[in-house]
């Protein structure tokens, strides 16, 4: 058995994203990012016309729905000009993921069944993988496009719990140095394993959250840190003793985000054991994606209260951090544990909706186009 500490500092124990389709219907703007790469996947597509079939990853999907449109589009693309190559696509997550959801929504019996792309296309094989990305998942040589999107951020393990904030990029130096310790090793079994993965020509275009040139990243992108928010409200909840001190310091995101340079590493020493492995570096950039809900609130200043907007944005920062807090609390019975975490995210919501300005989660990415020589 794994003793407390051990069990809260592993990812998986703190990971996941809300199931039953919540994810993909609340997380718009990751759907958007996705979107607005379609180009680069396309150039990556018909880059593969000596592939004798197509075996594609989605590393790191979970429910499927917020990428479902690029596979769509990209399959629709292939066959429209008369490729009916087969094709397998195989979407992998941990094994505690949504797969049922993912399944589902690509059969056309959950979600947007015009994008069902297995039931609407020929030759179209999806599967489904739920082992951790830092390690091969595929048989050597056999994929030809892998994909992945706001995944990778994830670590494997968190090294240690940060002691005043809840994310490293509120951590002190030498909690920080220790994040960027772990998730530098955690890139190279990354890329290493897609390595092995990779055909000779094949591709994996990756988009990841990061920090960006001008120190930028998600939900920090001018206005309030949405990172300094969440800790600013659990710590209020320690504060007024509604949860303890091991719980406040439990509630650490297992995640890095990695500056330009730390991703882009591993590519610039010819001698790095991934250069060695094949990979070359093709392009490297950083966008901004706008929050959606922020977006819309600014559209529709005249007819949406500042409560629409709050009752809008809140959900989408639920979507995928809620696991962490709900796990700092796997002590208290779940009554007692729904409760704290409610009123958590409503003080949250509350601010937002008492002064809308500067509350928003822009995303920032840094995007990769990575080939297999
Ligand atoms: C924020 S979601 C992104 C989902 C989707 N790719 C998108 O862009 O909307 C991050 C996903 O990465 C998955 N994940 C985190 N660590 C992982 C790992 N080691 N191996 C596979 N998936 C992982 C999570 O379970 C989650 O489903």
Known sequence: ?????????????????????????????????????????????????????????????????????????????????????AIEIIYTDLASNDFSTLFKTMQGMHGEKDLAYQRNFDNV??????????????????????????????????????????????????????FMARAAKDWESILLSRAKELSPGGRFVCMNFGIDEKGRYLGNTGGHSMFDKFNQHWRAHLDKEIITREEYINATFAQHYRTVDEFCAPFKDHMSKVSKAGLKLLSCSTKLTKCPYRTTYEKNIQSMSKKDFADSLIPTT????????????????????????????????????????????????????IEKI
């Not at 993988?129 to 951020?153: K, V, Y």
């Not at 962490?324 to 002590?331: D, G, H, I, K, N």
């Open 125 to 178: 094989f999806v599967h489904g993988c739920g082992t951790g990305f830092h390690q091969q998942l595929l048989a050597a040589g056999s994929l030809t496009l892998g994909f992945s999107a706001t995944a990778m951020h994830y670590v494997s393990e968190k090294p240690c719990q940060i002691n005043n904030h809840v994310h490293m990029v509120g951590a002190d130096i030498s909690e920080k140095k220790q």
């Open 1 to 85: 058995m794994p003793n407390k500490n051990q069990k809260t500092l592993n990812t998986q124990d703190v990971l996941s994203m809300k199931g039953a389709g919540y994810y993909s219907k609340k997380t718009a703007g990751a759907k958007n990012a996705i979107d607005s790469i379609q180009e680069i996947l396309e150039r990556a597509i018909l880059s593969l016309s000596q592939m004798e079939m197509l075996r594609f990853a989605d590393f790191g999907a979970a429910d499927g729905g917020t990428s479902q449109e690029l596979w769509f589009n990209l399959i629709n693309l292939l066959r429209s000009r008369g490729d009916n190559r």
């Open 318 to 369: 639920r979507s995928w951090s809620e696991t962490v807090f709900r796990t700092a609390l796997s002590e208290r019975d779940e009554n007692e544990g729904n409760e704290i975490i409610n009123s958590f995210y409503e003080n949250y919501r509350a601010e937002v909706e008492r002064d809308p300005d500067g509350h928003a989660m822009d995303y920032i990415h840094i995007i990769m186009e």
